[in-house]
């Protein structure tokens, strides 16, 4: 989930006079979209090992006092004349909060040094078989150091210790490891996110997480002192590179091939410091806010008796289960709900269309065919798995992390990345400030509730669209798949805004330009009544609108043409790939997304409904679930979820305690 960026030379006369700065901070600068939460540098030249890293995003790394310490220390080694590594490392922080030095990367241990990106998704068993090396860091990368030391003790040759090391991490991985007593590098990915390309000399090779963050740099030298290769080169899943760096030229050589301990992996004689660079002004981590006890929440947004009996106690439907609560809900003499009367089944087109439709786009090469946005939830996860698996596509999976995609989701990811060998792309959002967007629009929406602006706190994760057009442009595909569940229309949404969409046979993020200029009118009325909503947020909420209602859709709708069968997928994602599920409920909708829980608590609470009543209705209009079934399944899908109410309260900044009780006393709708 991280950028990883650097280059190799044994001339490195070739970047003096500043241009391995300019290299470098390039790099770094274009490999911050997939994470800005820290930055980190190491050098790795004559003798010394320096480390550099610090929260926050490169240009603040950069125009620290510490870089010039870091720089002054390349350069003076550079001018020797002897090889030089310089590699870097963007982070967008999972698990170890970034504010501590020793949870960012690079991370230095002893000799060694490592670049990680991915999740170690069998963390746990290998915390309890690897000894660790004495340091502090909560990050899983810290394992690949510390399980290559543990080889070494044990007698291991080098190249053997680190590919030994890299064939036990589960998931999508790609790492980078050098040593201060070694000259070589290890270069090694999973599923195919890191790429190559070398310079037309032999003498200097760059890497990057992205083939475009590669290609956007390299075009800056191609008429100075190093030209390098037209297209870079991508490592393939499951492979690694051997990068030897002591002669003339690079020496690069297939890992998992070599003989153990070959000439330039052996240990140096020559003793090489090591200094690891920290800024001092730097404050340590420290809560956002003070949480309550998890068991206190879980009593306090427990659906009391007599609201439940009055939510049991709605008109519903007597096809579907929607109740009277719903917007522009009208029953008929037989009790059918105006919803079901204008619905139209589902019809799947088939696995034969599929193939017909894509064949065209279809690559011949072996090259990428198509884009596929992945969550890590159930339903993108299980187009990817059929995409590769069933149709025989190279796809690459692209996530858009604006802070609200959970740890589970990101394990999931990685889980199926790793296991299918897809390459997998990055874009994260500054999550610090989409947090806090979300934070003021909590708080805004807490001082002046409406059911119809719930939505301003998923707005920040519309750009997903955006970013899924421009990576389609920029990796000249034809093709982006969309694995949108067909059954999770939920209208309701809109229509808390006062639009009746029950008619549309469009998309789900479609609307007619009269409807979306009525969405626009509702919520320009809404922030005219209440002046907290103006805040910095506002621009990022018209971008949301664009990128969800303007900018052009061009996608490949996968559950079109597949049917979308719950226990299918579930049973697949399960039991062929691990797929990790929640611990606070018995569904697997919708536990990758972080807002999920907190805004169905909101509906549920004050309409006596939630996105949960919508897909089991347009289940039963498709019969593949029975009403008896649909009333059982959604009364315990509304169960409040106390420990992902807490983690998003948490998360974004607010107290859960104070924000469940704003709730509780909202007017409900029944």
Same mark, same amino acid.
């Given at each position: 989930?991280?950028g990883?960026? &650097?280059?190799?030379?044994?001339?490195p006369?070739?970047?003096q006079?500043?241009?391995?700065?300019?290299?470098i901070r390039d790099?770094?600068?274009?490999?911050e979209?997939?994470?800005?939460?820290?930055?980190?540098?190491?050098?790795?030249?004559?003798?010394?090992?320096?480390?550099?890293?610090?929260? &926050?995003?490169?240009?603040?790394?950069?125009?620290?006092?510490?870089?010039?310490?870091?720089?002054s220390?390349?350069?003076?080694?550079?001018?020797?004349g002897?090889?030089c590594?310089?590699?870097?490392?963007t982070?967008?922080? +999972? =698990?170890?909060?970034?504010? *501590?030095?020793?949870? =960012?990367?690079?991370? *230095?241990?002893?000799?060694?040094?490592?670049?990680h990106?991915?999740?170690?998704?069998?963390?746990?068993?290998?915390?309890?078989?690897?000894?660790?090396?004495?340091?502090?860091?909560e990050?899983?990368?810290?394992?690949?150091?510390?399980?290559?030391?543990?080889?070494?003790?044990?007698?291991?040759?080098?190249?053997?210790?680190?590919?030994?090391?890299?064939?036990?991490?589960?998931?999508?991985?790609?790492?980078?490891?050098?040593?201060?007593? !070694? %000259?070589?590098?290890?270069?090694?990915?999973? =599923?195919?996110?890191?790429?190559?390309?070398?310079s037309?000399?032999?003498s200097?090779l760059?890497?990057?997480?992205?083939?475009?963050?590669?290609?956007?740099?390299?075009?800056k030298?191609r008429?100075? +002192?190093?030209?390098?290769?037209?297209?870079?080169?991508?490592?393939?899943?499951? +492979?690694?590179?051997?990068?030897?760096?002591?002669t003339?030229?690079?020496?690069?050589s297939? $890992?998992?091939?070599?003989?153990?301990?070959?000439?330039?992996?052996?240990?140096?004689?020559?003793?090489?410091?090591? $200094?690891?660079i920290?800024?001092t002004?730097?404050?340590?981590?420290?809560?956002?806010?003070?949480?309550s006890?998890?068991?206190?929440?879980?009593?306090?947004?427990?659906?009391?008796?007599?609201n439940?009996?009055?939510?049991?106690g709605?008109?519903?439907?007597?096809?579907?289960?929607?109740?009277?609560?719903?917007?522009?809900?009208?029953?008929d003499?037989?009790?059918?709900?105006?919803?079901?009367?204008?619905?139209?089944?589902?019809?799947?087109?088939?696995?034969?269309?599929?193939?017909?439709?894509i064949?065209?786009? !279809?690559?011949?090469?072996?090259?990428?065919?198509?884009?596929?946005?992945? *969550?890590?939830?159930?339903?993108?996860?299980?187009?990817?798995?059929?995409?590769?698996?069933?149709?025989?596509?190279k796809?690459?999976?692209?996530?858009y992390?604006?802070?609200?995609?959970? %740890?589970?989701? !990101?394990?999931?990811?990685?889980?199926?990345?790793?296991?299918?060998?897809?390459?997998?792309?990055l874009?994260?959002?500054?999550?610090?400030?989409k947090?806090?967007?979300?934070?003021?629009n909590v708080?805004?929406?807490?001082?002046?509730?409406?059911? &119809?602006?719930?939505?301003?706190?998923?707005?920040g994760?519309?750009?997903?669209?955006?970013?899924s057009w421009?990576l389609?442009?920029?990796m000249?595909?034809?093709?982006?798949?969309?694995g949108?569940?067909p059954?999770?229309?939920? %209208?309701?949404k809109?229509g808390?805004? &006062?639009?009746?969409?029950?008619r549309s046979?469009?998309a789900y993020?479609?609307?007619?330009? !009269?409807?979306?200029?009525?969405?626009l009118?509702?919520?320009?009325?809404?922030?005219?009544?209440?002046?907290?909503y103006?805040?910095?947020?506002?621009? %990022?909420s018209l971008?949301?609108?664009?990128s969800?209602?303007?900018?052009?859709?061009?996608?490949?709708?996968?559950?079109?043409?597949?049917?979308?069968?719950?226990?299918?997928?579930n049973?697949?994602?399960?039991?062929?790939?691990g797929?990790e599920t929640?611990?606070?409920?018995?569904?697997?909708?919708?536990?990758?997304d972080?807002?999920a829980a907190?805004?169905?608590?909101?509906?549920?609470?004050?309409?006596?409904?939630?996105?949960?009543?919508t897909f089991?209705?347009?289940?039963?209009?498709?019969?593949?679930m029975?009403?008896?079934q649909?009333?059982?399944?959604?009364?315990?899908?509304?169960?409040?979820?106390?420990?992902?109410?807490?983690?998003?309260?948490?998360?974004?900044?607010?107290?859960?305690v104070?924000?469940?009780?704003?709730?509780?006393?909202?007017?409900?709708?029944?």
């Amino acid at each position: 989930m991280c950028g990883l960026f &650097g280059y190799i030379t044994c001339k490195p006369a070739l970047l003096q006079a500043s241009n391995w700065i300019r290299l470098i901070r390039d790099l770094a600068f274009v490999s911050e979209s997939r994470g800005k939460d820290a930055t980190g540098l190491m050098a790795l030249t004559n003798d010394s090992l320096v480390v550099l890293k610090r929260p &926050g995003p490169a240009k603040q790394l950069f125009s620290d006092s510490s870089f010039d310490t870091f720089s002054s220390t390349v350069e003076k080694n550079l001018s020797v004349g002897l090889p030089c590594v310089v590699m870097g490392h963007t982070r967008m922080a +999972t =698990n170890g909060n970034e504010m *501590s030095h020793e949870n =960012n990367q690079p991370v *230095s241990i002893k000799a060694l040094c490592c670049l990680h990106n991915g999740i170690i998704v069998n963390e746990r068993i290998l915390r309890g078989s690897v000894v660790r090396q004495g340091h502090h860091s909560e990050l899983d990368s810290a394992l690949i150091p510390d399980s290559v030391l543990d080889a070494l003790k044990k007698g291991m040759g080098y190249t053997d210790a680190v590919e030994s090391t890299l064939r036990q991490i589960q998931g999508a991985n790609t790492v980078i490891l050098g040593a201060a007593d !070694r %000259d070589c590098l290890a270069l090694y990915s999973a =599923n195919g996110s890191l790429y190559t390309t070398l310079s037309r000399d032999g003498s200097t090779l760059i890497f990057a997480s992205e083939k475009h963050f590669i290609q956007k740099v390299t075009k800056k030298y191609r008429y100075a +002192t190093l030209s390098f290769e037209e297209e870079p080169g991508q490592i393939a899943a499951c +492979t690694g590179v051997w990068v030897f760096f002591h002669t003339d030229k690079l020496d690069c050589s297939p $890992m998992f091939a070599l003989a153990p301990e070959k000439d330039g992996a052996g240990k140096r004689t020559v003793k090489r410091v090591i $200094m690891d660079i920290q800024d001092t002004t730097i404050p340590t981590a420290s809560p956002a806010v003070i949480t309550s006890e998890y068991a206190s929440l879980e009593k306090l947004c427990a659906i009391p008796d007599e609201n439940q009996q009055r939510i049991d106690g709605l008109r519903r439907c007597t096809r579907c289960i929607l109740p009277e609560t719903f917007p522009f809900i009208e029953f008929d003499e037989q009790g059918v709900c105006s919803y079901c009367r204008s619905y139209q089944p589902l019809t799947f087109l088939g696995k034969h269309a599929l193939e017909k439709k894509i064949a065209p786009l !279809r690559s011949v090469n072996g090259s990428t065919d198509c884009l596929l946005p992945l *969550s890590g939830g159930r339903d993108s996860s299980y187009s990817l798995h059929y995409v590769v698996r069933e149709l025989g596509l190279k796809p690459v999976a692209y996530t858009y992390d604006w802070g609200m995609v959970t %740890d589970l989701a !990101r394990r999931n990811i990685s889980r199926m990345c790793g296991e299918l060998g897809v390459e997998h792309v990055l874009v994260a959002a500054n999550i610090a400030r989409k947090r806090a967007n979300i934070r003021k629009n909590v708080t805004a929406w807490l001082h002046k509730p409406h059911l &119809g602006a719930v939505t301003l706190f998923m707005a920040g994760d519309k750009q997903y669209f955006y970013y899924s057009w421009l990576l389609q442009k920029q990796m000249n595909l034809g093709l982006t798949f969309l694995g949108d569940n067909p059954f999770e229309r939920t %209208d309701f949404k809109v229509g808390f805004c &006062g639009i009746d969409n029950k008619r549309s046979k469009d998309a789900y993020f479609t609307l007619s330009l !009269r409807k979306k200029i009525r969405l626009l009118a509702f919520f320009s009325k809404q922030l005219g009544g209440n002046p907290l909503y103006w805040n910095d947020s506002l621009l %990022d909420s018209l971008s949301a609108f664009a990128s969800y209602y303007i900018l052009p859709q061009n996608f490949l709708s996968f559950y079109k043409y597949i049917p979308w069968d719950e226990n299918v997928i579930n049973h697949t994602l399960q039991n062929k790939y691990g797929w990790e599920t929640a611990s606070d409920t018995k569904t697997t909708w919708r536990i990758g997304d972080g807002t999920a829980a907190f805004y169905n608590y909101i509906y549920y609470r004050t309409s006596g409904f939630s996105e949960n009543d919508t897909f089991r209705s347009n289940q039963i209009r498709n019969g593949v679930m029975n009403r008896e079934q649909a009333l059982t399944t959604v009364r315990e899908d509304n169960t409040p979820r106390a420990a992902s109410l807490q983690w998003y309260c948490d998360t974004i900044g607010i107290d859960p305690v104070a924000t469940i009780l704003r709730i509780n006393k909202m007017q409900t709708y029944y």
